[in-house]
């Protein structure tokens, strides 16, 4: 039985200019608004953290947290 990917949110590991897929999903969840980000449009994350951001000000946002 083949899964559908479609809706579920997976879980990655963060590296420096790219991601490695942990767990498949379709989209990932902005640390900062809650927003979900689809794969193709992840831009924005901390290696430090592992998390995600939807945006530039969403990083600088949790930058400024730390």
Request: proline share 6%.
């Amino acid at each position: 039985m083949l899964m559908s990917n479609k809706g579920r949110v997976a879980r990655l590991h963060y590296l420096p200019g790219t991601f490695r897929v942990l767990v498949p999903g379709d989209h990932v969840v902005c640390a900062v608004t809650h927003a979900p980000i689809p794969l193709a449009d992840l831009r924005y994350w901390s290696v430090d953290r592992q998390e995600a951001y939807v945006s530039a000000e969403a990083s600088l946002k949790a930058e400024r947290k730390d």
